[in-house]
């Protein structure tokens, strides 16, 4: 029997055993890893009579980093950023790490909910906060006395 058709046979211990030396020991149940192991930035997503608020928690970026792009009704949040350590060609170095990051989000917007045309984008603290307005029609409404008649 060959090494190949051991690894066949045994397809899940070897995933086992890479997740548990490729994985934060601390986080291993950590649901913001993709599956290249980047971190996706986690989001809160809050409702009011008025607004939808989004926040999606990034610290160490700044406002120019994220793309935010409303295609018909599917908001995405992207970002992507490259981190170089500059390295003159005539010095000798054994490591030189670069470092990439990158992510996608996107969300399904209700197109009778929300007001799409005045929503606002802001980032502030290491947080990108999205206000999404409601339409007025989809707004509650107060309680109103009904007459009995």
């Avoid at 996706?40 to 607004?51: D, F, G, L, T």
């Avoid at 490591?95 to 802001?122: G, H, N, P």
């Avoid at 990108?128 to 008649?149: D, F, G, N, T």
Wanted: glycine letters at 2%; one cysteine or more.
């Amino acid at each position: 029997m060959s090494l190949n058709r051991r690894n066949n046979l045994f397809p899940v211990m070897h995933n086992v055993f890479d997740d548990f030396f490729t994985r934060d020991l601390w986080n291993m149940g950590n649901n913001n890893n993709s599956s290249t192991n980047t971190t996706i930035p986690a989001v809160n997503i809050r409702e009011s009579n008025e607004n939808f608020i989004v926040e999606m928690a990034a610290p160490g970026m700044n406002r120019n980093d994220f793309k935010v792009e409303l295609d018909g009704n599917l908001l995405t949040i992207s970002s992507e950023r490259e981190n170089k350590n500059e390295v003159r060609e005539d010095e000798k170095y054994s490591r030189c790490e670069f470092s990439y990051q990158s992510f996608t989000r996107s969300f399904q917007l209700q197109k009778d909910v929300v007001d799409a045309d005045k929503i606002e984008a802001k980032y502030e603290n290491g947080v990108l906060h999205l206000l999404i307005p409601k339409k007025e029609e989809a707004k509650q409404k107060p309680p109103r006395m009904i007459e009995i008649k």
